[in-house]
């Protein structure tokens, strides 16, 4: 009876100490994953925040920037992801498409930011472009 109770005692603080090393393997992924989208939202709000936004002035400063950003085990540099959001916002006629595009290449832009953020980063990247200043033309004529 005594070696049934030594076992039974082990067994319990046995497992006892399994599962807090899996609460500590899930505590570390949650911080990656809002690392991740701290590093998101610290990208676009330079963006946002810049009222006098101008892309190659931009893309001139991520150049030097040693920050990657993850998504679907693709790695991005924030030059490329600069050159992604103007190519998106280049080759979209309209904010639906531009929605599209960064859905397929970098989904984690729908989950960390709102509606209204996403169409301001439409707006700062489509301007610029051939294309808006046709659209201007045409609208202002």
Not at 6 to 23: C, M
Not at 103 to 108: R, V
Request: hydrophobic share 35%; net charge positive; charged share 25%.
């Amino acid at each position: 009876m005594k070696n049934l109770i030594l076992i039974f005692t082990l067994l319990v603080y046995s497992v006892s100490l399994s599962a807090q090393d899996y609460a500590a393997v899930l505590n570390s992924n949650s911080r990656t994953a809002s690392k991740i989208e701290k590093g998101l939202n610290q990208f676009t709000s330079d963006i946002l925040l810049d009222e006098e936004f101008k892309y190659r002035d931009f893309l001139r400063q991520s150049k030097t920037s040693k920050v990657n950003f993850h998504s679907n085990g693709k790695t991005f540099t924030k030059k490329e992801l600069t050159k992604l959001l103007r190519k998106s916002a280049r080759s979209s006629g309209t904010y639906k498409e531009f929605q599209e595009l960064l859905e397929n290449t970098y989904p984690k832009f729908l989950r960390v930011l709102s509606d209204d953020e996403m169409h301001l980063l439409y707006e700062r990247f489509r301007k610029g472009t051939f294309n808006a200043y046709i659209q201007n033309l045409i609208e202002n004529w």
